[in-house]
T-cell receptor, first 114, second 108 residues
Framework: NAGVTQTPKFQVLKTGQSMTLQCAQDMNHNSMYWYRQDPGMGLRLIYY???????DKGEVPNGYNVSRLNKREFSLRLESAAPSQTSVYFCASSEGAFKGNEQFFGPGTRLTVL | QKEVEQDPGPLSVPEGAIVSLNCTYSNSAFQYFMWYRQYSRKGPELLMYTYSSGNKEDGRFTAQVDKSSKYISLFIRDSQPSDSATYLCAMWAQKLVFGQGTRLTINP
């Protein structure tokens, strides 16, 4: 099993460009998450999908959109990138969104916005 | 004030030392307490998981939760260079909230 995979691993964008970060999991998990990790800020939740067909905002959703394409895949879209979105983005999945289920993380996407 | 506070370090100790990592929190509704380990340029992975107050031991690692003081700890005994990583505490009550992470280096 590959676990949680993310593409791309690295990306450099210019301000105003758009892009989609892809995430897939092969553990048959119901819930999926997108986080960003910045120095001194820890992991902050952007959006999550408790189950296929649902998405909800997390702590820092502004400037992002998500799509739960199917049970395996959860994508994050930046419509008009800004330098403040320079960060490392992690996708995670868990069996369910409740009772503190263990979240499994992907390797991350390092995004720089110039 | 952040819901979860964690000293970012960095913390550097010699091989074989006992390491103590700590987090404090303000939300008394937190029920599940976790420690994730993150190696450089990798995603976090779950290391320890406890529910409510008490201790839990797994090999060289011990997780401790004191709900009355809103304080959790992770102890690493006989620390090894391979333990060098960032350690993030995380707590759950309707959502998972992470601490900032403490960068730990074990020197041979």
């Amino acid at each position: 099993n590959a676990g949680v995979t993310q593409t791309p691993k690295f990306q450099v964008l210019k301000t105003g460009q758009s892009m989609t970060l892809q995430c897939a999991q092969d553990m048959n998990h119901n819930s999926m998450y997108w986080y960003r990790q910045d120095p001194g800020m820890g992991l902050r939740l952007i959006y999550y999908s408790a189950s296929e067909g649902t998405t909800d905002k997390g702590e820092v959703p502004n400037g992002y959109n998500v799509s739960r394409l199917n049970k395996r895949e959860f994508s994050l879209r930046l419509e008009s990138a800004a330098p403040s979105q320079t960060s490392v983005y992690f996708c995670a999945s868990s069996e369910g969104a409740f009772k503190g289920n263990e979240q499994f993380f992907g390797p991350g996407t390092r995004l720089t916005v110039l | 004030q952040k819901e979860v506070e964690q000293d970012p370090g960095p913390l550097s100790v010699p091989e074989g030392a006992i390491v103590s990592l700590n987090c404090t929190y303000s939300n008394s509704a937190f029920q599940y307490f976790m420690w994730y380990r993150q190696y450089s340029r990798k995603g976090p992975e779950l290391l320890m998981y406890t529910y409510s107050s008490g201790n839990k031991e797994d090999g060289r690692f011990t997780a401790q939760v004191d709900k009355s003081s809103k304080y959790i700890s992770l102890f690493i005994r006989d620390s090894q260079p391979s333990d060098s990583a960032t350690y993030l505490c995380a707590m759950w009550a309707q959502k998972l909230v992470f601490g900032q992470g403490t960068r730990l280096t074990i020197n041979p």
